[in-house]
């Protein structure tokens, strides 16, 4: 391997281990831990951290694996407008969902 490939090699690789640290993120915030297989509504502060965490990774995806970040600025801008609307709309609906229970 030729030390022009292992640039090629490396962003990649931490690219991964970035996303894995947000499912890992996600994981903890959501409370999966061993023996709980039941369901419950999360407070606000774990769905925004989990939001988060998977906005980051699906960032990742686009700029690294789809090759966004070579398109051009119009493209990036709605990509990004997407993720956050989707971001916005998700803690919109627990945060709904969290005053409906109170009530």
Known sequence: MTRQNQGSVKIPVIVWAVAVGMTVTSLLAAGATEGTATANILGIVPVM??????LIKAWLILQYYLEMRFST??????????????GGG???A???????GRA
Not at 75 to 82: D, K, N, P, T, V
Not at 94 to 100: F, N, V
């Open 49 to 54: 951290v989990i939001m988060i965490a998977g």
């Open 73 to 86: 600025g119009s493209w990036r801008g709605l990509f990004m407008a997407f993720l956050i609307v989707i």
């Open 90 to 92: 998700v803690v919109a």
């Open 94 to 100: 627990q945060a709904l969902l969290l005053l409906l």
